[in-house]
Every structure is written in C-alpha cells, then in structure tokens.
C-alpha cells in the first residue's frame, strides 16, 4: 500500500522559512510525478506545485511561484517543498499526492502557521 508521509511544519513568523518533505514508500517513487497541495482553513484544498519524475520541469501556482521550490530525491524516495518569504495566507496543511495504479494517493498532511 502506497504510504506517503508529510514532516517539517510548523509556525514561523512572516518572511520567514520551511521545508517540507514527503517520506514515499511501497511503490516506485521514481517513475511517477508528485505533486504539493494545500488546504487552509475553511478553504478548498488546493494545488501548490508539480514535479516530473526526474525532476527536471517543475510547475506552480501563480500564488507560490518565485518563492516556493519543489524537488525530489529518487534515491531517498522523498519529496521536497522548499518555502521561502512566507505570508499569512499560506498559513494551511499542506499535502503530497500521487496517482498511482489507477488511484489518488494523500498523505496525512503537515500543518503550517505562518504568524507573528
């Protein structure tokens, strides 16, 4: 069974900095893209970033882009979600995805606070 675990959330203070990371296992990691989501509160959940299987192009919301970066590590199987300059609004739990054998994969998500 596909497992994917979020870590590295927390609160930082506006400007500030965070990395996620995405912990995959039981499937091949390095042969699917992967994507970043996030859900603030009482909002709908929403797409944040993408990245190919080999890391090689990379996409992102208009909201993110210029101070997010997302990349792999195939060897390691885990996903990335560098955060810089963060606001406010990105204050929500953010999720890695996958499809997979015909299925959505979600982690549990990992919870960001960006607040004074």
């Known amino acids: 069974q596909v497992q994917l675990v979020e870590s590295g959330g927390g609160l930082v203070q506006p400007g500030g900095s965070l990395r996620l990371s995405c912990s995959a296992s039981?499937?091949?990691?390095?042969?699917?893209?992967m994507k970043w989501y996030r859900q603030a509160p009482g909002k709908e959940r929403e797409w944040v970033a993408g990245?190919?299987?080999?890391?090689?192009?990379?996409n992102y919301a208009t909201s993110v882009k210029g101070r997010f970066t997302v990349s792999r590590d195939n060897a390691k199987k885990t996903l990335y979600l560098q955060m810089n300059s963060l606001k406010p609004e990105d204050t929500a739990v953010y999720y890695c995805?996958?499809?997979?054998?015909?299925?959505?994969?979600w982690g549990k998500g990992t919870l960001v606070t960006v607040s004074s």
């Open positions: 995805y996958t499809y997979y054998n015909g299925m959505d994969h």
């Open positions: 039981e499937f091949a990691f390095s042969r699917y893209s």
């Open positions: 990245i190919s299987t080999s890391g090689g192009s990379t």
